[in-house]
């Protein structure tokens, strides 16, 4: 089965100093662990969200486990902070 991602929406804003501490914090975690590779950091239209798209895989599951997790997983990490 081929990779399917969907595109996040919101603008790209690659100024760290924009964002919450909370979503900073986590960028930095992000940045230091090896299994991850943050590909874009968003904020929504409206500003109400901000957002992290990051690869997550280091290479431990089973191309055909039962659970369907990817080597490779892309995930949005959304800040909400008026949720």
């Given amino acids: ?3 399917e991602y ?3 929406g919101g603008v790209e804003q690659d100024d760290l100093e924009q964002y919450a501490p909370d979503v900073q914090r ?3 975690a992000c940045n230091i662990n ?3 590779e943050v590909l ?3 904020t929504d239209i409206q500003g109400r969200s901000q957002s992290i798209i990051v690869e997550f895989g280091d290479g ?3 191309a055909e486990n ?3 997790i990817q080597r490779i997983e892309r995930i949005a990490l959304v800040y ?3 949720a």
């Fill in 1 to 3: 089965m081929a990779d």
């Fill in 40 to 42: 874009a950091l968003k």
């Fill in 60 to 62: 431990t599951y089973e």
């Fill in 34 to 36: 090896s299994s991850c």
């Fill in 80 to 82: 909400l902070p008026n």
């Fill in 66 to 68: 039962t659970a369907g």
């Fill in 26 to 28: 986590l960028y930095q």
């Fill in 6 to 8: 969907f595109e996040w």
